[in-house]
């Protein structure tokens, strides 16, 4: 079972940053990392970012590459996210979970409470 809590979203105007975390309290993710999704009003929820069990090697949707920067700290428990020159269409919920990739593990549903991120033009 895993517990996965979000944090550090906000209102903010375009161009400006966020820094989200993620507190994941599991007894073990097995060899999943982590990664970020984010689901806006009427959408689907879509793959933003991964980070493997190594912290190594990352992955981003096109959306976001450049822009946004995932990190996990060295004991994996935590994992960061930090959002860049916003735009209005990063306006979402984000939520983090479990992940190969872009891949979450099969049948999962234990997502979080998610933060909410809102960015004005």
């Known amino acids: 079972q895993v517990q996965l809590a979000e944090s550090g979203g906000g209102l903010v105007q375009a161009g400006g940053s966020l820094r989200l975390s993620c507190a994941v309290s599991?007894?073990?993710?097995?060899?999943?990392?982590m990664g970020w999704f984010r689901q806006a009003p009427g959408k689907e929820r879509e793959f933003v970012a991964a980070?493997?069990?190594?912290?190594?090697?990352?992955a981003y949707a096109d959306s976001v590459k450049g822009r946004f920067t995932i990190s996990r700290n060295n004991r994996g428990n935590t994992v960061y996210l930090q959002m860049n020159s916003l735009e209005p269409e990063d306006t979402a919920v984000y939520y983090c979970a479990p992940s190969r990739g872009r891949a979450l593990p099969s049948g999962f549903s234990s997502w979080g409470q998610g933060t909410q991120v809102t960015v004005s033009s």
């Open positions: 599991a007894r073990s993710l097995g060899n999943y990392g």
């Open positions: 980070i493997d069990l190594s912290g190594r090697n990352t």
